[in-house]
């Protein structure tokens, strides 16, 4: 591909993976995705740039991704979130290690209720037979990362907000970027 991203446009983004059309509002457009997201982040849902960048990424990136986005919001977690972002932070380390698919897998069991519960979430419907019903629904792990990260970002300021949106959205965007030079085993 032209641009060495996963899609060549934004509609091939939507057309491989339907269900972000759930979570979007947006049409697509066939610019490229990073001038897609790009575009996103100066329109009127910015937020839905979070979503697309959730989508963008590998989900095994996006998790990782998540997980970045929220350290940087480490002072506004509480103690149970900053416990589940040490278990990502392992899993997306070493996705196969049983102690750490245990560890997610245990996780699991919490409701979605803060910000890292949903990037557990994403963990657990990363891997194949989890038995989660919204996976099995279709709902894959871009979905929890999405929600995970606005879940955070609706923590921070108002008048703060945006920046902090922009800077996830500009860090969503180097590591799509840096998938596409096939250095993600180095990145983390």
């Given at each position: 591909?032209?641009?060495?991203?996963?899609?060549?446009?934004?509609?091939?983004?939507?057309?491989?993976?339907?269900?972000?059309?759930?979570?979007?509002?947006?049409?697509?457009?066939?610019?490229?995705?990073?001038?897609?997201?790009?575009?996103?982040?100066?329109?009127?849902?910015?937020?839905?740039?979070?979503?697309?960048?959730?989508?963008?990424?590998?989900?095994?990136?996006?998790?990782?991704?998540?997980?970045?986005?929220?350290?940087?919001?480490?002072?506004l977690l509480d103690?149970?979130?900053?416990?589940?972002?040490?278990?990502?932070?392992?899993?997306?380390?070493?996705?196969?290690?049983?102690?750490?698919?245990?560890a997610i897998s245990?996780?699991?069991?919490?409701?979605?209720?803060?910000?890292?519960?949903?990037?557990?979430?994403?963990?657990?419907?990363?891997?194949e037979g989890s038995?989660?019903?919204?996976?099995?629904?279709?709902?894959?792990?871009?979905?929890?990362?999405?929600?995970?990260?606005?879940?955070?970002?609706?923590?921070?300021?108002?008048?703060?907000?945006?920046?902090?949106?922009?800077?996830?959205?500009?860090?969503?965007?180097?590591?799509?970027?840096?998938?596409?030079?096939?250095?993600?085993?180095?990145?983390?």
């Amino acid at each position: 591909m032209a641009n060495g991203l996963r899609f060549r446009t934004a509609s091939d983004l939507f057309s491989a993976l339907p269900a972000i059309a759930r979570d979007m509002t947006t049409s697509p457009t066939d610019q490229s995705p990073v001038a897609f997201c790009r575009a996103l982040l100066a329109g009127r849902v910015p937020e839905e740039a979070i979503t697309f960048c959730a989508y963008l990424l590998p989900e095994r990136a996006a998790i990782w991704w998540a997980h970045e986005c929220l350290n940087r919001l480490a002072e506004l977690l509480d103690d149970r979130d900053l416990e589940l972002l040490v278990l990502v932070h392992g899993w997306v380390g070493e996705p196969d290690n049983p102690s750490h698919r245990a560890a997610i897998s245990g996780a699991m069991d919490m409701p979605p209720a803060t910000p890292a519960a949903w990037i557990v979430l994403a963990g657990g419907w990363h891997h194949e037979g989890s038995g989660n019903g919204m996976a099995q629904a279709g709902f894959p792990a871009a979905h929890a990362v999405s929600a995970g990260v606005l879940a955070g970002l609706a923590r921070v300021s108002l008048e703060d907000r945006f920046a902090v949106l922009s800077a996830f959205v500009e860090m969503g965007i180097q590591m799509a970027e840096i998938e596409a030079r096939g250095l993600s085993a180095d990145a983390y």
